[in-house]
């Protein structure tokens, strides 16, 4: 009997490997290597879809804005995209650009993530839904002068298929796993069993986790608001017998600022050129022949 059970558990165990390889040689045709098996350690799951579509990682969903991830059935017959915009305005006040941008994100049912401000930039991660995505674009744009306005899309229609498919041909053989596991006499045989469940039950959190990523990514679209300051009006000149002499008495050191950087940068060729110079009169000077001088008779 006991036999018999090995042998059931290693037929079953072999026919589950089979199914993930040609699981994975099946998917494997698309333009995107989303086919790839996922790791035990979920290091696949964690970077999630955004950064396997070549987008950086987005801002955490606070608990209560959390977006479930789509279920197999739930594919809209239109294409999944995941949108991404950046928005760059002039402005004399870019503290209150961020706040009313802010105010524009929550307003469309969104949030706002990471947040930089200085004295003349600032710049705001914001979470909106997709469907908002334009509107809430065209009442930030009013907020100053647009200076950038992109808007990316990235379809990730077929990445969502795959893995849906992939979770669920994964929770099938977990399920099988399990009732192996119930049906193993031996200690060897249930560490061997439970060995090869917990491995399946690595790669079904990570693919859970990957979906819901996508998901997140698809429903909710970043906006990357920058806001630089216009600049300061120009200062009211002074007039008046003080304010004259004064512009006076700046020229005048200006002058004499220029004045000493030219003979300073005029002294060392002056000093190559009178050391030759200066040889050459003294040469000249020897060989000038002494008078001659008669004697009066």
């Not at 594919?75 to 961020?98: F, H, K, M, N, Y």
């Not at 060392?268 to 050129?273: K, R, Y």
């Amino acid at each position: 009997m006991t036999r018999r059970l090995g042998t059931a558990i290693g037929a079953v165990l072999a026919l589950g490997l089979l199914a993930g390889c040609g699981s994975g040689a099946t998917s494997s045709g698309g333009a995107q290597d989303f086919s790839a098996p996922v790791p035990a350690d979920g290091s696949l799951g964690k970077r999630g879809a955004g950064e396997a579509a070549g987008i950086a990682p987005n801002a955490p969903v606070p608990p209560d804005q959390k977006i479930d991830p789509l279920t197999p059935n739930s594919i809209s017959p239109e294409r999944q995209l995941i949108r991404t915009a950046r928005l760059e305005l002039s402005a004399a006040d870019v503290a209150g650009v961020v706040g009313r941008g802010k105010e524009a994100a929550t307003r469309a049912g969104g949030f706002a993530g990471a947040e930089e401000t200085r004295e003349t930039r600032a710049t705001l991660t914001l979470r909106v839904p997709s469907d908002k995505l334009d509107a809430v674009l065209d009442e930030l744009a009013k907020l100053g002068t647009v200076n950038v306005r992109d808007v990316r899309s990235t379809d990730v229609t077929d990445q969502l298929v795959d893995t849906q498919s992939r979770l669920t041909s994964q929770r099938a053989s977990v399920e099988r796993v399990r009732a192996l596991l119930g049906r193993a006499n031996t200690v060897g045989e249930i560490v061997q069993v439970e060995g090869e469940l917990n491995r399946r039950q690595a790669d079904l959190e990570a693919l859970q986790r990957r979906l819901e990523s996508m998901s997140n990514q698809v429903a909710m679209s970043t906006v990357t608001l920058t806001a630089v300051r216009t600049g300061a009006p120009p200062a009211k000149a002074d007039t008046g017998f003080l304010a004259g002499l004064a512009s006076g008495w700046n020229a005048l050191l200006a002058f004499g600022s220029g004045l000493l950087t030219a003979i300073g940068a005029v002294l060392p060729f002056a000093v190559v050129v009178a050391v030759p110079v200066l040889a050459l009169v003294i040469w000249l000077r020897r060989r000038r022949p002494s008078p001659v001088v008669t004697a009066e008779e």
